[in-house]
């Protein structure tokens, strides 16, 4: 029980470091945008100062680029907090649409991801009682394999089925033929904390989390505060 | 001088290139690597500065492709990230390593660094 304890921490931090990993790399694209933009509107004032001429509406173009760079950061900073929030409560209700849309965001910064592209269906009733921070994970480790397994068409398409017991996420679109194992020890594993079942269906080309309405008694429940 | 800038981030690479180019460099831009390849097998580049993470293929893997067309071309590579490891990895392929964002003048010094200019 305690290296299965020792796992799943390690895992969780590992996981907190992978996606600040991400964040960071793309704010700082999004400040050499910044960057670039600046110095070349700078450049371009300093030329008409010569009496050199430019294309009209360019600095327009250009300043409105850094307020969609700005936006941009703003977005991904606003996602950052809401995962940093994740781990406020242990276990809690969550909304489990928003979670797969805040991992389909925050994967997407990875750059193999920026080729593939989720469609994320429309859903009613997806709230349930469980632990946010790892239903994040083994989502995260879901997409990341949908990724890579992504089919000809290039998208992912998630939706949501409710019923009395809990939800199930699909992921459909990935591939037939799909290299590597799935669901590994480590899905098993978040699975098990989740009481969450991981099924991955090649013919239909579907993966999927069913997740209950309430999150069962685990060994995770060792790492709950004492009352 | 003739430039090939690669990176997935267009206004950034676009920009990159307009600014080299008011710099005197003969600077060309792509956002894909089957662009860079399919350039830098047409056309004569000096010089290549390569993304280390673009999204269908590492820099370092676009710099091998590109190799076997242009064995004489020089590269440098930019990357976010700025970790050791990322930069044990530009310096062992030999090539410049720069860290994004950074001034034009530090690019411009190892691009005439590179080609000893």
Known sequence: MEKKIGRICAEGF??????????????????????????????????????????????????????????RANSIIRNMNTFAHSVDEFIREVDVSQI?????????????????????????????????????????????????????????????????????????????????EFPTKKEDLLAEILSAKVSLETTARELSILLPKKIGESFIQNLLPAD | MKILLVDDEEKFISRLAERLKL???????????????????????????????????????IKKRIMQRAPNMKFIFVTGHGSEEDYDMGTKEGSFYIIKPFKIETLVEKIEQALNL
Not at chain 1, 21 to 33: D, P, Y
Not at chain 2, 27 to 46: H, Q, R, S, V
């Open chain 1, 100 to 180: 797969v849309n805040l991992m389909i965001e925050i994967s997407q910064l990875d750059s193999p991801a920026k080729n593939v592209r989720f469609r994320l269906a429309e859903n009613d009733d997806c709230v349930i009682y469980t632990s946010p921070f790892f239903l994040e994970k083994l989502i995260y480790h879901v997409i990341d394999f949908s990724l890579r397994g992504a089919g000809p068409e290039n998208e992912i398409r998630i939706s949501f089925d409710s019923d009395d017991y809990g939800v199930k996420i699909i992921f459909s679109g990935i591939a037939q033929i799909i290299i590597g």
């Open chain 2, 23 to 61: 710099r005197g460099f003969d600077a060309d831009w792509t956002t894909t690597c089957d662009g860079a390849i399919l350039k830098a097998g047409t056309e004569k580049y000096d010089l290549a500065v390569l993304d280390v993470k673009m999204p269908c293929m590492s820099g370092i893997e």
């Open chain 1, 14 to 71: 590992s996981f907190f470091g992978m996606t600040n990993r991400l964040i960071s790399h793309e704010l700082k694209n999004i400040l050499a945008i910044i960057s670039e933009t600046l110095g070349l509107i700078d450049e371009l004032v300093a030329l008409s100062d010569t009496g050199t001429k430019w294309k009209p509406g360019k600095l327009q173009s250009l300043s409105e680029s850094v307020i969609e760079e700005v936006e």
